[in-house]
């Protein structure tokens, strides 16, 4: 039977959309369930600002009467000022049926070329402020929280439809071992002889406030990275929000250079450990998973280590690790992901390395013009 690809409404149809993920996933262990209550406030224009400055169309396949797949496209504003004609692909999932993985990249194309765009980049859920990225190497642990997985098929399903590399992204791991000796030394001298230089652990109480410190370095430290587009205040403050929820103020600190704050490093503890027992949803047992996960947790990930411009000749990341690191060890962690690091960032990439990480996952961003 032939594989029809129907255009959804959002938010009316957002169960529509999510729920073949499961039936898709159901056979790959690594592959964490959303929480639907997250999802659905995610895919709901009135409630998620980025709609505001986004054009999006999310398409859901059908085979012999089940749905198989499913692909969003999205024309990003952002996006068309530093390139403009790409749009992007994302929310890509598909059963192992190249007829399927087809229909759905050209429906997604051919939306895209309805909206004049030439050039189709992804996956992107919804731009590079959100996850990102289709994971090609390192399906043998599940993904750490905010950070997608996806069936080993995907990559070579994609290059066999005509998408070709256009960047990789890194996760590194570091195990719970002692920071090397010689980052803790070059991190003492630093400090030793920089007085102005404070480290302080975010506020809780003052969130709203750190919150503007952390936009604006994220903004500013990111400006040059590949692919990296300005997040609005409005979309910030409400992923922030949803965020916060996962915070633990310990693994979160800010540099400041002369009371201006310069670099901020904020590490998640892996709430995914968590979410993956909690099959999406909150019921019958997944409030116990949640109230209760300081027993379930053993990893972390590093998930935002920013340094303004103006202050990246000073060696702000390796103070920030190792007070980030300390706190870490003290939870009895087993060990910490660092991602995502693009191909390019050879500073940080060169950092990590020294601190004993690896590359353990490699994620791959994919484009093909549109005919």
């Known amino acids: 039977m032939a594989v029809e ?10 169960r529509k959309f999510v729920d073949p993920w499961w039936t898709i996933n159901e056979e790959e262990p690594g592959w964490v ?8 406030k995610f895919f709901d224009p009135r409630k998620n600002p980025y709609f505001k400055h986004a054009k999006i169309q999310c398409f859901v396949a059908y085979k012999d009467g089940k749905a198989v797949g499913t692909v969003a496209a999205t024309v990003d ?7 403009a004609g790409v749009g992007f692909f994302g929310f890509v999932e598909f059963i192992d049926d190249e007829e399927v993985a087809r229909a759905l990249m050209d429906a997604a194309s051919a939306w895209l070329k309805g909206q004049g765009m030439k050039e189709l980049q992804g996956p992107f859920n919804f731009n590079s402020n959100h996850d990102f990225g289709m994971l090609i190497d390192g399906f043998d642990t599940p993904a750490c929280i905010a950070n997608p997985h996806g069936r080993p098929y995907y990559g070579p399903m994609m290059e066999k439809l005509g998408y070709t590399k256009k960047i990789d992204w890194y996760a590194y791991w570091m195990d719970a071992i002692g920071m090397p000796e010689t980052v803790k030394k070059i991190s003492d001298r630093f400090l030793a002889r920089n007085k102005n230089v404070t480290l302080r652990m975010v506020d809780m109480k003052n969130f709203d406030k750190e919150l503007k410190i952390f936009l604006d370095i994220y903004n500013d430290a990111w400006e040059e990275n590949w692919g990296h587009i300005h997040i609005s205040e409005e979309e910030f403050y409400a992923a922030a929000g949803d965020m916060k929820q996962v915070i633990d103020p310990r693994l979160c600190w800010i540099a400041e250079v002369d009371g201006e704050p310069a670099a901020l490093t904020v590490t998640l503890p892996d709430y995914n450990e968590v979410f993956k027992k909690m099959n999406g949803s909150l019921l019958p047992f997944g409030w116990y998973y949640f109230l209760t996960a300081k027993s379930h947790i053993t990893q972390l990930r ?6 303004k411009k103006k202050f990246q000749k000073m060696p ?11 706190e870490g060890l003290k939870m009895g962690i087993k060990g910490a992901e660092a991602s995502l690091i693009v191909e390019t960032n050879t500073r940080m990439r060169g950092s990590l390395e020294k601190l004993g990480a690896r590359i353990y996952k490699t994620y791959r961003i994919y484009s093909k013009p549109i005919a």
């Open 316 to 326: 702000l990341g390796a103070p920030l690790y190792i007070k980030t690191w300390e």
């Open 5 to 14: 690809v129907v255009p959804i409404e959002l938010p009316r149809d957002f």
């Open 77 to 83: 504003e952002g996006q068309q000022e530093l390139e």
């Open 33 to 40: 369930p959303p929480l639907l209550m997250d999802r659905q």
């Open 302 to 307: 590093v998930f935002i280590l920013g340094v």
